[in-house]
C-alpha cells in the first residue's frame, strides 16, 4: 500500500510541487506553520528516522534543502525539522524533512 506521499510524488494526488530531483520530491504543506512550508520526501518509503537504512534517497534530503531554500529566497535563514514518532509529532509514517522560513523561528520548539 503506498503511502500519501508516494501517492504525491507519483502524482495520483495533487499537491503544489517546487523541487524534484532522482531521490527526492518537495512540495508545500497543506497545513503551512509558516509564509514558507515545504516537505521534502525521499522518493524510496522510509516509515521514518527510526527505520533509516544505511543508504537511500534520505541522504539527499539536505542537499535539496539548501537548493529549495535558495529558490524560495529564505537569505535571512530557515529551519529543516523532521518529526519521528508519537513524542516528535510525526503523522504521515513516510520520512519527510519540513523546510520553514519567512519568519523568525521561536526556540525552543514546542
Ligand atoms: P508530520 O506531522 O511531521 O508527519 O508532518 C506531516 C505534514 O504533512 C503535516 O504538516 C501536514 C502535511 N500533509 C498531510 N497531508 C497532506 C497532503 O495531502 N498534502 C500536503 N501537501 N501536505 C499534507
Known amino acids: 500500500m503506498p503511502t500519501l506521499f508516494t501517492k504525491i510524488i507519483q502524482r495520483e494526488i495533487p499537491a503544489d510541487i517546487v523541487y524534484e530531483d532522482d531521490h527526492v520530491v518537495a512540495f508545500r504543506d497543506l497545513d503551512p506553520q509558516a509564509p514558507v512550508h515545504i516537505l521534502i520526501v525521499p522518493r524510496q518509503e522510509v516509515d521514518g528516522l527510526a ?60
Open 51 to 110: 527505520e533509516l537504512p544505511e543508504t537511500g534517497d534520505h541522504l539527499y534530503i539536505l542537499n535539496a534543502a539548501k537548493t529549495i531554500a535558495e529558490s524560495e529566497g529564505l537569505t535571512s535563514g530557515y529551519r529543516l525539522v523532521i518529526n519521528q514518532g508519537v513524542h516528535g509529532g510525526q503523522s504521515v509514517q513516510h520520512l519527510h524533512a519540513h523546510l520553514l522560513g519567512g519568519r523568525k523561528m521561536n526556540w525552543p520548539p514546542g
